[in-house]
C-alpha cells in the first residue's frame, strides 16, 4: 500500500502556472495587479491557490501603476499580470513610471505558443523587444521547469540596487506545460538586499563639508522614503537642527509641520542655499537641475544615493555618500555622535527662511479666505487639508491640482503621497489608490485629481466598487487640461485644452454602487468631506473650481 502512494506521489505533475505562481509567493509576492484573458487565466487562478491576492483591474495600464505603488509600500516587489500583445503594450506606461521612479515591479505578459512565433499568431508581439528600454531585466520562459530561476532573477533584479522594473514573457505552452513534481527544482529563496554603507573618510568629508556651509540646505527624497531611512533622518535633523526640504514624495520622512521645514519658503531657500545635502533625491527637473537661476551658481552638493552613477549629474558632486539611505544616515548619526556639532540657532539664513515663509503664509491664507464661488484653488485646499486624517495616504495628480495641493497638503509619515512623479505622469492615481487601500487597509486613502488627470482611469472607480474599497476621490474640476474656459462661443473650435465644465464626475461612482458628492458653494466642501471620509465607502467628491484659478504668483515658471 505504501509503495503504491509513494508512486502516486511520484508521479505527480505540476503546470507552469502552478510553478509561476508557487515560485513568485515564495520570493515574497503576495499581491498581483493585472486583467486575465488568453494565455494567462491559469497563472491568475493558481496564483490564488497559492495564496497570491489577485486584484482585477480595468486598463493594464492602471493595473501596472498598482503593481508599483504596491512595492514602494510594502518594501518588495510585487507582480501585475496582462495578455499577450495589447495588453504588455499597455503595460509599458507603467514600466516606464515605475523605471523613472526607481520603483520595484514585475511585469508577467502572457505569448504565444513558442511554435508560432513569426507566423502572426493571435496578438504576436515582440514584447522581450518592446520592454527591454524600460526595465533592468526582460527574459523569455522558454521552458517549464526554469520557471523558478527565471522568477527568481525578475524579483531579485527588480529589488536589489536602485529599484526598477522587470519583465518576463510567458508563452502559452509554458503556462500549459506539465512537469513531473520530481522534476521540479525551486530557486533560492532572496534575502532582503545586502545593506551597502559609505566609507568612513566620505562621511567625515560630509560632515566637514556642512560645518563649513553659511546656508546649508537638507534636500530629502523618494530614496529615503523607499529605504525606510525615517528614524534616521528624523534623528539627524533634531541633532544638527538643519533646515530642510522634501521633496514631492519624501514628504513625511520628515513631517511638514516640523519646525525647520522651508516647504513654504521652498524657491527662496534653493535660490540662496551655499550648500546642498541631497538625500535619496535626483537634480533633475523637479530640482531645477541644481543650476542657476534656481540654485546659487556656485553651490556645493553633498549627494548620498545608492546608485554611484547618479552621483555629479548636473552639478559635481562634493562629497558622494554611495550605500544604503538608512544604514548611511546611521553611520552620519554615529559620526556626529561622537564629536557633535548643529547648526547655530541663530543666523541671517534662518532669519531669512522665517521671513520668507511668513510672506507666504500670508498671501496663501488671504486666497484661501475668499468664499467666492466657484472656489480658487487655495480656498478648497484649506478645508482638504483639514479633513484629510493625519495618517491617510494622499494620492495626487493633475497639474494645479498636485501642484498646488504638494504645497497645501500636509505628510506627517513616510510613505504616505504618492503622485505623477519624476516621469509627470498623469493618470497614476487610480492604479496607486487602489494599491494603497489594498495594501495598506489600516490607513484611510484620499485621491486628490484634476479633471483632466481623472480621466485616463476614472473607469477604476469599478474596481474601486467591486472590491468595495473606501478610497476618497476628490475631483477639482477647472474644467480643462490646465484651466478650462467659461462661455467660450459656439462657432469657435473648442480650445485643444478644454474639457466638460459641466460633466459631472461624481455620476460616475454612482454607476457602480459607490457614493457620489458635488460641490459649488465653499460653505459646502468641509461637511461634504467629512461625510465622505467617515462613510468608509468609496466615493467621489467633485468640487467646482473657477476656470481660470490660478496659483499665487512665480518667481519662476515651472520648467527652469
Ligand atoms: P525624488 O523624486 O524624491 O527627488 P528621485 O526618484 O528623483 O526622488 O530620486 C531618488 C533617488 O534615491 C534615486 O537616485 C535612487 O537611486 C535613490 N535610492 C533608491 N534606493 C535607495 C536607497 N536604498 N538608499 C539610498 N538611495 C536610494
Ligand atoms: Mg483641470
New binding site residues.
Given amino acids: 500500500m505504501a509503495s503504491f502512494n509513494e508512486e502516486i506521489i511520484n508521479m505527480a505533475t505540476t503546470n507552469g502556472a502552478t510553478l509561476i505562481a508557487r515560485s513568485l509567493k515564495q520570493q515574497g509576492v503576495d499581491y498581483m495587479f493585472g486583467i486575465v484573458g488568453f494565455p494567462v487565466v491559469p497563472i491568475a487562478i493558481a496564483a490564488q491557490n497559492e495564496g497570491i491576492t489577485f486584484i482585477g483591474m480595468r486598463n493594464e495600464q492602471a493595473a501596472s501603476y498598482a503593481t508599483q505603488a504596491a512595492g514602494y509600500l510594502l518594501g518588495r516587489p510585487q507582480a501585475c499580470l496582462v495578455v499577450s500583445g495589447p495588453g504588455v503594450i499597455h503595460a509599458l506606461s507603467g514600466l516606464a513610471n515605475a523605471q523613472?521612479?526607481?520603483w520595484p515591479m514585475v511585469l508577467l505578459g502572457g505569448a504565444n505558443r513558442l511554435d508560432q512565433n513569426g507566423m502572426g499568431a493571435f496578438q504576436e508581439e515582440r514584447q522581450v523587444l518592446a520592454t527591454t528600454p524600460f526595465t533592468k531585466y526582460s527574459h523569455v520562459v522558454e521552458r517549464v521547469d526554469r520557471i523558478p530561476f527565471y522568477v527568481e532573477q525578475a524579483v531579485r533584479t527588480a529589488w536589489y540596487g536602485?529599484?526598477g522594473a522587470t519583465y518576463l514573457d510567458l508563452p502559452d505552452d509554458v503556462i500549459l506545460g506539465e512537469i513531473d513534481e520530481g522534476q521540479v527544482h525551486m530557486a533560492a529563496t532572496i534575502p532582503p538586499?545586502p545593506v551597502s554603507q559609505a566609507s568612513d573618510v566620505d562621511v567625515q568629508s560630509a560632515l566637514a563639508a556642512l560645518r563649513t556651509a553659511e546656508r546649508p540646505l537638507v534636500?530629502?527624497?523618494?530614496?529615503?522614503?523607499?529605504?525606510r531611512?525615517e528614524a534616521e533622518v528624523r534623528a539627524f535633523i533634531d541633532t544638527t537642527g538643519l533646515p530642510f526640504l522634501n521633496?514631492?514624495?519624501?514628504k513625511g520622512v520628515m513631517s511638514d509641520d516640523h519646525p525647520l521645514t522651508v516647504g513654504a519658503a521652498r524657491s527662496h531657500a534653493l535660490k540662496e542655499a551655499d550648500l546642498i545635502m541631497v538625500?535619496?533625491?535626483?537634480l533633475?527637473w523637479?530640482?531645477h537641475f541644481g543650476k542657476a537661476p534656481r540654485f546659487n551658481p556656485g553651490v556645493r552638493v553633498i549627494q548620498?544615493?545608492?546608485?554611484a552613477e547618479?552621483l555629479s549629474t548636473n552639478v559635481p558632486t562634493e562629497v558622494g555618500l554611495v550605500?544604503?539611505?538608512?544604514?548611511?544616515m546611521a553611520q552620519l548619526n554615529k559620526a556626529l555622535a561622537a564629536d557633535a556639532w548643529s547648526y547655530p540657532a541663530d543666523t541671517p539664513w534662518r532669519q531669512s527662511i522665517a521671513a520668507k515663509i511668513e510672506s507666504n503664509r500670508v498671501s496663501m491664507e488671504t486666497m484661501a479666505a475668499d468664499d467666492t464661488a466657484p472656489m480658487n484653488y487655495y480656498r478648497a485646499f484649506r478645508d482638504i487639508k483639514e479633513a484629510i486624517p493625519r495618517n491617510a495616504i494622499i494620492v495626487s495628480e493633475g497639474a494645479n491640482t498636485m501642484d498646488i495641493g504638494r504645497t497645501q497638503l500636509n505628510n506627517a509619515e513616510p510613505r504616505t503621497r504618492l503622485d505623477a512623479?519624476?516621469y509627470g505622469t498623469m493618470g497614476v492615481g487610480f492604479g496607486f489608490a487602489v494599491a494603497a487601500a489594498v495594501v495598506q487597509h489600516e490607513r484611510p486613502v484620499v485621491s486628490v485629481s484634476g479633471d483632466s488627470a481623472f480621466g485616463f482611469s476614472g473607469m477604476e472607480l469599478e474596481t474601486i466598487c467591486r472590491y468595495d474599497l473606501p478610497i476618497t476621490t476628490i475631483v477639482l474640476n477647472n474644467g480643462g487640461i490646465g484651466g478650462g474656459f467659461e462661455n467660450w462661443p459656439a462657432d469657435r473650435p473648442l480650445p485643444p485644452s478644454s474639457l466638460s465644465r459641466t460633466a459631472r464626475y461624481e455620476k460616475v461612482i454612482e454607476a457602480f454602487g459607490g457614493q457620489g458628492y458635488y460641490v459649488e458653494d465653499p460653505a459646502d466642501l468641509r461637511p461634504t468631506l467629512d461625510k465622505a471620509l467617515s462613510s468608509g465607502k468609496p466615493s467621489v467628491v467633485h468640487v467646482l473650481i473657477a476656470a481660470r484659478a490660478d496659483r499665487k504668483p512665480q518667481e519662476f515658471s515651472w520648467k527652469t
Fill in positions: 523613472q521612479n526607481n536602485r529599484p538586499p534636500i530629502v527624497g523618494k530614496g529615503m522614503a523607499w529605504s531611512a521633496s514631492p514624495m519624501g538625500l535619496g533625491a535626483r533633475n523637479i530640482m548620498l544615493d545608492i546608485s547618479q550605500g544604503d539611505g538608512k544604514a548611511v512623479g519624476s
